[in-house]
C-alpha cells in the first residue's frame, strides 16, 4: 500500500454551499417539516465535501469508504436558505481519515460533528460485494 499522509494532510478541506431545496427538506421523513433542512441532507453534503477532500489525490483504483459519521443539528435552516458545509481532515492514521464537519448558513452554525472515511482498494472493494450479492441470489427463501 502507500503511506496517506505522502498525498493527505491535516488541515487540508472543501466545502459545498448550496440553496436548500424541496428535496433537502424534512418532508421526506414528515409532512409538517416540509420547510426546513433535514439532518440526512447536511450528511449527505458532509459526505460528497469529504470525497472531494480525500480521492482526487489518491492513486488510481482506490477510494475512500465512509464508515462512521457523528452528526448534531444544532439550529434550523429554511427552504431557501444558503447551506455550506465544510470539511476539514484532522487526523490520519494507517488508512483511516477522520475529517471534522461545520455546517452554516446566513444565521450562523447549523451544526457540526466527525466524519470517518478508510482508503481501500476499489476492485477488491466490488469483489467483497459481489460475493455477498452472491450469496443473497443463491440463498433459497423459505
Known amino acids: 500500500m502507500f503511506d496517506l499522509r505522502e498525498i493527505l494532510s491535516v488541515g487540508q478541506n472543501a466545502m459545498i454551499r448550496q440553496v436548500v431545496q424541496k428535496s433537502d427538506t424534512a418532508s421526506n ?35 475512500s469508504i465512509g464508515y462512521s459519521t457523528e452528526f448534531t443539528h444544532t439550529a434550523t435552516t429554511s427552504l431557501g436558505m444558503t447551506i455550506t458545509i465544510k470539511v476539514t481532515i484532522i487526523e490520519i492514521e494507517d488508512h483511516e481519515v477522520v475529517l471534522q464537519i461545520k455546517a452554516w448558513d446566513e444565521q450562523g452554525e447549523v451544526g457540526h460533528g466527525i466524519h470517518k472515511r478508510i482508503v481501500v482498494n476499489q476492485e477488491a472493494l466490488l469483489k467483497k460485494a459481489r460475493q455477498r450479492t452472491r450469496f443473497l441470489t443463491n440463498r433459497k427463501l423459505v
Not at 421523513?29 to 453534503?45: D, F, R, S, W
Open 29 to 63: 421523513y414528515t409532512k409538517e417539516l416540509n420547510e426546513l433542512l433535514a439532518t440526512p441532507a447536511c450528511v449527505g453534503m458532509a459526505i460528497k465535501a469529504s470525497v472531494e477532500t480525500i480521492d482526487q489525490y489518491l492513486p488510481e483504483g482506490f477510494i
